[in-house]
């Protein structure tokens, strides 16, 4: 076994405690099960994944090392980020907007002006986990603390520590897609909708904020560093 199972172990509790801990990517595939249905929230944990497995590559090649080494790289990755996460809340907003001037036209139409289809939102999923610097920072400051050099070929421990993380994720957010399934006819209506299209993209925005406030504005610790 490529990695010592008591940090396997150890891993798979750190791992279990921060996909459980609320983020981007947990409300995006919420927000778009209540809005779209099953298929679309499986969708967007597709693009959760894969987001993962880039982050997974680049930090085996060594890239997210190279990004974290170089403080406006690192800030760069969290501005895109922000002002991606920016970009999802306005058109959440939008989406809110439009849901309320149709239900004001009486066609019942709502609910229907905050769908989006699967293409995009495993797209906004995607993007939304490339362009977080927290997952770059999981992937750097939290994976090595549970690989053994002594064990031999680091690659392939990096590469087992990311597919259970990816694992981890998927049983519990496709857990997540089920449970909005099911709430979902109860949460249809066009005026629930709609607040729920206002409270996503105020949160989006409240996420793009912490962003810039702790990876772009945060002042650095003494002896340099992001």
């Not at 996909?19 to 947990?26: A, E, F, I, N, R």
């Not at 679309?40 to 190279?66: D, M, P, Y």
């Not at 997540?176 to 993209?201: C, D, E, M, N, T």
């Amino acid at each position: 076994m490529p990695v010592d199972p008591t940090l396997l172990g150890a891993f798979i509790v750190a791992a279990s405690a921060l996909v459980l801990s609320p983020g981007p990517d947990t409300l995006l595939v919420l927000r778009y099960t209540l809005a779209s249905g099953q298929r679309v929230g499986f969708a967007t944990v597709s693009g959760v994944q894969l987001g993962l497995l880039v982050h997974a590559i680049a930090a085996v090649l060594g890239l997210s090392v190279l990004i974290l080494s170089v403080p406006l790289a690192l800030k760069a990755v969290a501005v895109a980020g922000a002002a991606y996460l920016a970009f999802l809340g306005l058109q959440s907003i939008r989406a809110g907007r439009l849901g309320l001037d149709e239900l004001a036209t009486g066609d019942g139409t709502a609910a229907v002006a905050v769908a989006v289809g699967g293409a995009k939102a495993c797209r906004d999923a995607i993007l939304c986990n490339i362009l977080n610097p927290k997952v770059i920072l999981l992937f750097i400051a939290l994976m090595p603390n549970f690989v053994d050099p002594g064990r031999g070929a680091v690659p392939l421990q990096f590469v087992m520590l990311a597919a259970v993380l990816i694992a981890i994720n998927i049983f519990w957010q496709s857990s997540l897609v089920l449970a909005a399934g099911r709430a979902r006819r109860w949460l249809a209506r066009p005026k629930v909708q709609r607040w729920i299209a206002y409270v996503s993209g105020a949160i989006l925005f409240g996420f793009a904020v912490l962003l810039v406030l702790e990876h772009v504005l945060a002042t650095p610790p003494p002896g340099g560093g992001a």
